[in-house]
């Protein structure tokens, strides 16, 4: 459980990760409880994406703990992490691009336990998604960003986890449709989704988190609430050059 007794969904503990050789992470620790928005943040290649890749077996850890729901994720391939409730929807959204919206977001509920709700989810996504149902035929290739990030989102949303990480949903979409993103995250937060963020625009993402941890150099250096982060100019400038 964390301070204040919510039950945690993901435990992380010094955890190791690299590519081949080149280690990138040393010592990443944090938590996240049900319920709860906890961000990542710290400059570019301080070991953000590396960790989520690493938490959904993308890439093989090197060392550490990674326990979800009290279970221990290490060497479990992604279909199974998946289908323990533990979804990624990474940067640069990787949708299938010569495929319909709807055909995207099927692909999102393959997992078992996702597979006999489908309809249900579906029309959950619809609904914090609109534009999703009315432009369900056509292909997510000829969308625009921000557009295309709402698939990913409702992609990931219909493995029906219960634990989303999203890596840089900001990247690259206009303010106005970031503004929406950000609005349906805080409801799916509502709705009982924990989330995991990993965000460039750091201010952006501590308003919407509950607490953050600072990563600098592939090691967790600070953690605090975001309120008591977004009111310290001192830690913002020393780690994150604001």
């Known amino acids: 459980m964390n301070g204040d007794g919510t039950p945690l969904l993901l435990d992380v503990a010094q955890l190791e990760s690299?590519?081949?050789?080149?280690q990138v992470l040393w010592d990443v620790t944090f938590n996240v409880a049900e319920n709860e928005i906890v961000t990542l943040v710290g400059a570019n290649g301080a070991g953000k994406t590396t960790t989520l890749r690493t938490l959904i077996g993308l890439q093989p850890g090197m060392g550490g703990k990674i326990e979800f729901r009290g279970s221990s994720l290490r060497g479990r391939p992604t279909n199974?992490?998946?289908?323990?409730?533990?979804?990624?929807v990474p940067e640069g959204?990787?949708?299938?691009?010569?495929m319909t919206v709807l055909e995207n977001l099927w692909t999102g509920s393959l997992p078992p336990h996702a597979r006999k709700h489908r309809g249900a989810t579906l029309e959950r996504v619809f609904s914090l998604f609109p534009m999703l149902e009315e432009r369900q035929k056509q292909l997510a290739g000829t969308l625009?960003?921000?557009?295309?990030?709402?698939?990913?989102?409702?992609?990931?949303?219909?493995?029906?986890?219960?634990?989303?990480?999203?890596?840089?949903?900001?990247?690259?979409i206009a303010?106005?449709?970031?503004?929406?993103?950000?609005s349906v995250l805080r409801r799916v937060r509502?709705?009982?989704v924990a989330i995991l963020l990993v965000e460039q625009n750091v201010q952006r993402a501590l308003r919407l988190a509950d607490r953050a941890y600072i990563i600098e150099n592939g090691r967790?250096?600070?953690?605090?609430?975001?309120a008591a982060l977004l009111a310290s100019p001192d830690l913002q400038k020393?780690?994150?050059?604001?």
């Open 144 to 172: 625009s960003g921000g557009q295309q990030q709402m698939v990913a989102i409702g992609r990931g949303l219909m493995s029906r986890p219960s634990l989303l990480m999203l890596d840089e949903p900001s990247l690259g």
């Open 175 to 182: 303010p106005i449709v970031v503004d929406e993103i950000f």
């Open 93 to 98: 959204r990787d949708l299938f691009p010569f």
């Open 190 to 192: 509502d709705e009982g």
């Open 238 to 242: 020393r780690y994150l050059g604001l």
């Open 220 to 226: 967790t250096v600070a953690s605090d609430s975001s």
């Open 18 to 22: 690299g590519y081949g050789d080149i």
């Open 80 to 88: 199974d992490i998946v289908n323990r409730g533990l979804t990624l």
